[in-house]
């Protein structure tokens, strides 16, 4: 065993952003389900359309799903906001008075 629980997978060490690629790929695959979602919406009202109330429910949830995934894909995610280490001595941090030194002989 090689010590890596998750395959070939190089585990993420640090708290770097994904790369502009891995994003985007992302971003793709969630429009891409929304609109097989959208296609399955289309696909049962027309299977259903003996039962109106039933196909008109599927028309109309399929009705928003192309702006909505439209907007999902668009939004990239908000830039990390970097916490600067923004430490202050005061006038009291170091002390003004001599300390021992000890030397080695050698």
Known sequence: MNGSSSGDHPILITEAAPSHEDEHARRRRK?????AIRLA???A????YQIWW?????????IPLPWMAVLIANDAPPAKREDVNRFRRGSRAVEGRDHQVIDSAD
């Open 45 to 48: 009202a027309a299977l259903t």
């Open 41 to 43: 919406c289309v696909i």
């Open 54 to 62: 039933l196909a008109l429910g599927f028309l109309a949830l399929s």
């Open 31 to 35: 429009y891409s389900t929304m609109m």
